[in-house]
């Protein structure tokens, strides 16, 4: 059965001129016309219609809804669940900072504002793509050190939650900004340059991590202080594992980047865990305990 433009609008209740354009748009393409050049429009276009509407109703964009034709409609309901799911962490990160802006008497300080139009700009999607990028860059031209950055990415890429507070925003931004930072790229790039560049093997790396986390804690949690006897063949046997004299490691703390373990502390904020880490404890008391044995007699 062919309808007129007039007759669809009043089988749709959709108004003439809506329908208008959505044929102009390609939403809703005519299929003939009379010869008098009144467009006509059959069942499946009445089917097409109400279901444009539905997902106009829904907030999906025209683009998406003229692409029907190329993609299944299970495919555009996906993409536009994604989309309102990352308006809705977005919408949610806004209330946040504007309920704890208004809850604080006087003016919003400048600093509200700032954060506001920063939190507009940089949501989960974009912090990925900073990641993706911070991991390119700083493990460029060594396998090795691109293969553990990679492996360590979801572990430094928290999850903001849907409430988020205002000290969890910052953090948000925060560790937005290091990331972004070339200073510290370029400097953890060229601290570690020596490390990865002598044909370490990831795999064997990360197996001696493991071991070393699990000596140090295991100290770290029997009470054993850092520079006491009892710590002194503990840190023998992380070094022979390391591989590494007491002189070299020590060398590797001196030059350590503290926004590193910053990084860690903001991720921490972000998804409310608890601080420091296993790992922070870990390297904490190796540490503690190396600089307690190698101060020479006398020196305090």
Sequence with gaps: MSYTIGRLAKLTGLPVKTIRFYSDAG???????????????????????????????????????????????????????????????????????????????????????????????????????????????????????????????????????EEPTVAQLDAWLELAGLLADEDYRDTLRRQSADFWEEDRDFDAWHEINVQIMREALTASRAGIEPGSPESEPILDRILAVMGQTREELLRTFDEHDPRAARLWELGSIIEDRPWPAEQTIAYGWIEATLRHLSVAPGET
Excluded: C, N
């Design 27 to 161: 939403v809703l393409p005519e299929r003939e016309r009379t010869p008098s050049g009144y467009r006509l429009y059959g069942d499946e276009d009445r089917a097409r219609l109400e279901l444009i509407r539905t997902l106009r109703e829904i907030g999906v964009d025209l683009a998406t809804i003229r692409s029907l034709g190329e993609r299944a409609l299970r495919d555009v309901l996906d993409l536009h669940l994604k989309a309102v799911e990352t308006q809705l962490k977005s919408l949610q990160r806004t209330r946040a900072v504007l309920r704890a802006t208004l809850a604080r008497d006087g003016d919003p300080a400048e600093e509200d504002l700032s954060r506001l139009h920063a939190l507009g700009r940089l949501g989960a999607a974009e912090m990925e793509i900073l990641l993706d990028e911070f991991v390119d860059e700083v493990g460029g031209g060594v396998e090795a050190r691109h293969e553990w950055l990679t492996h360590m990415r979801d572990a430094m890429l928290p999850e903001l939650p």
